[in-house]
Structures are given as C-alpha cells and as structure tokens.
C-alpha cells in the first residue's frame, strides 16, 4: 500500500517511494484520487486485522 505525505519541495500530496534507501515523491492530484486511496489503506488495514485474528483463530484449533 502506498504512504501518502507532504512533499517537501513542492507541499503537495503524494506517494512516497523508497528506492535503495533514496525517497521519490508521485504527486497526487485528483482529490477523488487521494480520497479513494485513503478509503482502500482503511479497508486494507480492516481486512489485514481480521486476517490476524482467523490466523490466531487457526492457531488455537491446531493446538486443540
């Protein structure tokens, strides 16, 4: 999933990338865009939470 930050040289938002340990900044410039990315990280990080909890789920029955 892509961060979105501040870019420091021009204060827009953007996607931040980090290559070789050296950071490239991609503009964001749809505000529909940005929305739509941040409604996908939350989605993401609810789906991420669930896949958590069933793995632990699983654990416990594998004891059993």
């Known amino acids: 999933m892509s961060q979105i930050a501040h870019c420091p040289t ?8 980090e290559i070789d340990g050296a950071f ?6 749809d505000a529909q865009a940005f ?10 990080e609810k789906f991420k939470t669930k896949a958590e ?10 004891i059993q």
């Not at 490239?24 to 410039?29: C, D, E, G, I, M």
């Not at 909890?53 to 594998?62: A, F």
């Open 10 to 17: 021009c204060g827009s938002q953007s996607k931040i990338k």
């Open 24 to 29: 490239s900044y991609q503009a964001v410039q």
């Open 35 to 44: 929305k739509k990315i941040s409604q996908l990280k939350r989605a993401m």
């Open 53 to 62: 909890r069933l793995e632990k789920e699983l654990e416990t029955l594998k």
